[in-house]
């Protein structure tokens, strides 16, 4: 009886090791709908907001995020724009920029739709804003000259 001789091979250390890396990399990296639900919360945008926002239902929306299946081409554009990044953004092909940390993305979309009002309306929102803001300031104001004393 011939022993078995079992020989070293490299090539099978080296497509193991392969395999085991591209799972790795494949459970760190995130999916295109986990993106798309990252971006909505960063924004401020409940499922039903962005869903108002693009024209999109808002089951589709929620059906986006949680599935691995991708939303159809022509509607990536659409969810693009209405997250603020590009589509090579949305798909994690470029990194996405977010220096909007500290902004409260609600308050900048509703800015977006106070520019889009006639110059009436534009007039009366910043009356009323500016109110709540010479209100504050008075406050403030108190409150140090109470300190002082």
């Known amino acids: ?54 024209g999109i ?14 939303p159809p081409t022509h509607v990536m554009p659409v969810l693009a724009k209405a997250l603020g990044v590009s589509i090579d953004q949305l798909f994690g092909l470029e990194k996405i920029k977010s ?4 902004k409260d993305m609600r308050l900048w979309r509703r800015f977006n739709q106070i520019e889009k009002l006639n110059v009436k309306e534009k007039r009366q929102v910043i009356q009323l804003l500016d109110t709540f803001i010479e209100k504050e300031q008075l406050k403030q104001k108190a409150q140090v000259q109470r300190s002082t004393f």
């Open 1 to 54: 009886m011939k022993p078995n001789i079992l020989m070293y091979n490299v090539w099978h250390d080296h497509l193991l090791e392969r395999s085991v890396m591209s799972k790795r990399k494949r459970t760190q990296e995130e999916s295109l709908g986990e993106r798309i639900a990252k971006l909505r919360v960063e924004r401020g945008y409940s499922q039903r907001d962005l869903a108002k926002e693009t």
């Open 99 to 102: 220096d909007n940390k500290n």
């Open 57 to 70: 239902s808002h089951r589709m929306i929620a059906y986006y995020e949680k599935q691995a299946q991708h």
